[in-house]
């Protein structure tokens, strides 16, 4: 807990993190210029590079850990490992990192491929990442092409590798990449300073190194040549990696050393790899391991158990800034071990209400429409062509436009469910328009459907229920079920401390706050009954209803956007993450109708009735966004909606009770 | 009230004017591009031109007044009369005036000029202004010389005058300036529509004119020639100007015709004005007067009832949209006039927490440093040359610098009382530093000093206390008493309406804000024990300390904003208009310092012990501001300067009470 405690504090960089060194003494005139260009930015690791991070972490005694995957080997396998990311990310890795599979085409634009898994953990899961390259048996022109496609992308962190020869007959070329050391040359030479480079440290010594010494000579020139860290190999005893840094010292390597950790977690795995990496398996290991080597559930507990132990002499040495976890792509063990260590986050802190993209161009964007508030990706893969992106002001933004929805987009808009799991979930066949609000009304009380299903996921929702808008649930059943179809809320908040662990966002010692809003797809006569209602929400509600066809009624002057979400915090100005802004709105229109046709039609028939079903809601339906301006009050929305249902059901009540009044009262002020 | 209730309306517009106009129906995908480059006004007049503003406000039948004044011949006439702009400029004009006058040099940089009185109305009292400007007997060079020097000044509307020939051989010139209507002509032939333009009418014809509707005729050749409106020369009946208007129309004159409205005020300037004008006073007015000719009261407050009862006549015959006093640059008699027709505000709104300028460079700008909130003039002047204004976020602007202090700076910095009435209020002769605290505690109290006069104001406020800073008079008497010298301090606000009368802004509907501050000049010893009282108060309380020197203390991290006033509104941005910007802070310094010498130490013989004192002060005390970071919890200052004062009193207990504590509560936190 300490650790955590820690982490938030460093994170934010808190306006003094001891009595006395926050307090600065400039020389006065000289700085006055200083900070006339800053732009506000709430989160120092957003802009410092990994080194920095390392160094910031390894002053204040801060342990942290990093993960490394490998990349899949299918399209759906590429979903799950973004999944994985997303879930492990909540955990706090420093970075993760990403390996470089010569033969798998790894700096190509397939969806699997090494480039493409890192630029998705950096732009979408919003990851520092390093990215692995090997250098044997490539040209030079071909190494300054991956790198530069790295850099366009937006990685920062090379991970500088040989590579296994390919063959038996490979030999040393003139002037060609031999080494990793070479390698890290080359970065330097043609990109400066822009990477940070890590490079591979072996405990027991590089298994074709002649000697110990001689491979701890090969690290010192890595070092030589400019790289910033170290991560090790696996071993299975912290004595070889305390004695392999205190080998490394003794020849003059200062920079971080981490260890690299291998949980054990299978027997043929543990075979394969030691195997692979010609490392021996210690006898005290071979003992326990050989008797229970049947039992899965066993060696993982074994495993767990032993990462633990050795783990804990590492951090205890005082010589282990960070453990770095070989995770084999599964979750369950390193994540057990990391917990043990009370290392893994528990509580993750939200920088900003929304998933923030870990590219260097995104660094000071701090606005977000509320639209893609659940398709975090979709919004990021639509901006990613932006020069600029919104700081403090939606209006400041001059780019121009969002993304076309385009194939490679709809790798991300695919649902992360089988075809099967969602005709269970939205219906095998659809009977009428009611049978699609009993979809989404299971989806919001998490009831299982007629089918006895569980409804896990919507088009416009890929998890459950957020905790946030868990509080609204039972006003959202109400209104499902009577064909007011929700797709996106939050309750109004009037200054929640900033740790609050459901609505909080941000450094600590701050207030956040909302404007409660609502979502929703709905029938053209429902929008009838609810633009007369309306008139009563006169200006506390701001409104935009818009249909397929671009058919757009809105009460925002202007069309300036409206925030939604804001946070005020020590010594720093407002911010505001959230707007609801007129003009994305359109642009979300477009995704928001497409999605009922892509992910829900096209799983029937062509002319089924089902299909003829949904088709219908997303030719006449209308998609509406509401704010109740009014935060500190409580939220009016509900009632704007009940007052709908009441016109409906009592509609010849509407000339009497509203019509004349609204004219007498004109009249009660002629001066109007 | 009808009226004021509209003007906040329109000047706000409000998110939907009725219950259907405000919902607009827009094509889609056409309108996607729209709003990227906006910024959030909050103003729409502060972006309209003025025949926009007119237009609206005739099309909501909302009345409005505007106020004629000439420039004054001195400087401290000057002086007295941007007091008066102020305090009339709170009724709401819509427009102000000033006179042309060929005879004082008028285009000139002196501050008497009618060029630079119009100046400092738009650009330090944020009021809509038109200059006048005659034309006959100038060259087009010379024109065109004065159009350039009042558009690079911000003056946005000309009245295009001919002007009284000068001498009685005066002839028309071939190509020159005989007519107003050539001015006209020239002001859209060489600045395009970059001028609002006004012209005079004469509701019983021009003096010079041949007839009637000859001078018609010529009115209609400058309308015809560009101009906007018309504004009348005075009337006694509302007949008169009636007529005027339906043969104006009959002609096919269309604009708005503005009456020119003179409140008699006095026998003798009624008598000239009418002898300059070659106007007559008709029978039924003179009847009245004569007998009270002497009574200069009576003869104001039938110039009251005469002026009201004819405006009364003017605005139910619905042909009149606004109207325009001659004020003669008194206050009383129209200030009365407005308020019985009920066109006064009384009830000012504030767009934003300090006085907008009208310039329209300056239009976007949205964002303060706090520390010139007694001071707005000078912070304008200091400004004057930046490109841009920061607009949302004070990091944002790109601005280089503050102005110098230079000379004309100074007469902005120069006390509206005179060195007798200074001397009075702050001390004939000062015996220490106590007596300078007297001082202080005097303004704050409003109670009389020791020598029996109250201290209406500070060489760091011109006015008495704002209502606003009146809220913490307790606290501050208490402190001053004490040598902590306040000059700035506001309350903490969590949530208060926008309407409120006291620290309400912005449009109607929103909610504002405020982080407690407070600023003050202490000594040395004082700083000393302060900065150890703010250990405790970390990082609830954000600091900036510094001398004369530029000796600087802080706990801002990176030197960033800190918000302090901000502001939530219907349908819109966060707007958060004031903020401790540590950088400007440090350009404060130097005028807050400059002000104990320039206004309060050179009031006193050179070597004097009174001048000394001050110099003293200046020399070795501090400016600190603290910000109470923690807005919806208790104001905590007023415990930290108690806790200094606690620290002052008792210094012993100082180690035993706090180190210790501190070390232990460290110990009980090993992995801190």
Request: hydrophobic share 35%.
């Amino acid at each position: 807990m300490v650790n955590q405690v820690q982490r938030v504090e460093d994170t934010w960089r808190t306006c003094s993190k001891s009595d006395s060194s926050g307090a600065s003494n400039s020389g006065g005139e000289s700085s006055k210029e200083s900070s006339r260009s800053s732009t506000p930015v709430l989160d120092t690791d957003r802009t410092d590079r990994l080194r920095d991070k390392m160094r910031r972490r390894t002053e204040s005694g801060d342990h942290w850990f990093s993960l490394e995957f490998f990349p899949p080997r299918t399209a759906s396998g590429a979903v799950n490992l973004i999944s994985r990311f997303d879930r492990m990310g909540s955990g706090g890795p420093l970075f993760i990192d990403v390996t470089w599979h010569p033969a798998g085409d790894p700096g190509s634009d397939k969806e699997t491929s090494s480039m493409m898994i890192a630029s998705t953990a950096v732009n979408y899961c919003g990851l520092e990442s390093i990215l692995h390259l090997t250098c044997c048996n490539q040209t030079k022109e071909k190494i300054t092409g991956y790198l530069s496609k790295a850099k366009r992308l937006g990685l920062k962190n090379i991970m500088a590798l040989r590579g296994d020869p390919m063959g038996a007959d490979w030999e040393e070329e003139e002037a060609g990449f031999n080494y990793a050391t070479d390698l890290v040359k080359h970065i330097r030479c043609e990109f400066d300073d822009y990477f940070d480079i890590c490079v591979a440290g072996y405990p027991t010594g590089h298994p074709e190194a002649e000697s110990y010494d001689e491979d701890l000579r090969h690290l010192k020139e890595k070092m030589d040549a400019g790289a910033d860290f170290i991560i090790t190999q696996l071993f299975f005893r912290a004595d070889t990696f305390l004695k392999f840094v205190r080998d490394c010292r003794a020849i003059g390597i200062t920079c971080p050393i981490l260890p690299g950790i291998f949980p054990i977690q299978g027997y043929q795995s543990l075979r394969q790899l030691v195997k692979l990496s010609k490392l021996e398996v210690p006898d005290e290991i071979m003992r326990v391991i050989e008797p229970i080597k049947d039992n899965d559930a066993a060696i993982r507990n074994y495993g767990i158990e032993q990462a633990v132990g050795m783990c804990r002499v590492l951090l205890e040495s005082g010589e282990v800034p960070g453990l770095h976890f070989y995770t084999l792509n599964r979750e369950v063990a390193t994540m057990e071990v990391l917990r043990q260590l009370g290392l893994w986050n528990e509580d993750p802190r939200r920088t900003l209400p929304w998933a923030v993209s870990a590219h260097p161009k995104r660094k000071v964007e701090d606005v977000r429409p509320i639209f893609w508030a659940s398709r975090p990706k979709s919004y990021i893969y639509r901006t990613q062509d932006w020069d600029d992106f919104p700081n403090g002001r939606w209006g400041n933004s001059s780019s121009p436009a969002f993304g076309e929805l385009n194939d490679y987009y709809l790798f991300y808009l695919k649902s992360k469910s089988s075809k099967d799991a969602l005709l269970k979930m939205w219906g095998e066949e659809l009977t009428s328009e009611q049978s699609v609000y009993e979809v989404f009304t299971s989806y919001i009380t998490a009831q299982p459907n007629v089918a006895g299903h569980k409804v896990m996921c919507l088009p416009w929702n890929d998890d459950p229920l957020a905790p946030e808008t868990n509080l609204l649930k039972n006003e959202l059943d109400k209104v499902n079920r009577r064909g007011v179809l929700t797709i996106n809320s939050q309750p109004s908040i009037n200054g929640k401390p900033s740790s609050d662990p459901i609505v909080g966002w941000g450094p600590p010692g701050g207030y956040v706050f909302q404007k409660a809003y609502l979502e929703f797809f709905t029938s053209s006569e429902n929008v009838t009954a609810l633009l007369k209602v309306l008139k009563k929400y006169e200006p506390r509600v701001n409104y935009h209803i818009v249909n397929v066809h671009g058919q757009n009624t809105t009460n925002a002057h202007d069309m300036q956007p409206n925030a939604v979400t804001w946070g005020i915090f020590p010594g720093r100005e407002i911010v505001q993450p959230t707007v609801v802004d007129p003009v994305s709105f359109l642009y979300w229109k477009d995704e928001a109708f497409a999605l009922w046709i892509e992910q829900w039609a096209k799983l029937y028939e062509d002319e089924s009735p089902s299909r003829m079903i949904i088709k219908y809601i997303h030719d006449n339906y209308f998609l509406v966004n509401l704010v109740d301006n009014d935060f500190p009050l409580d939220n009016c929305l509900w009632q704007v909606i009940d007052d709908m249902f009441e016109l409906l059901d009592n509609p010849q009540e509407e000339q009497p009770a509203e019509q004349p009044n609204d004219e007498q009262s004109d009249k009660e002020q002629p001066g109007k």
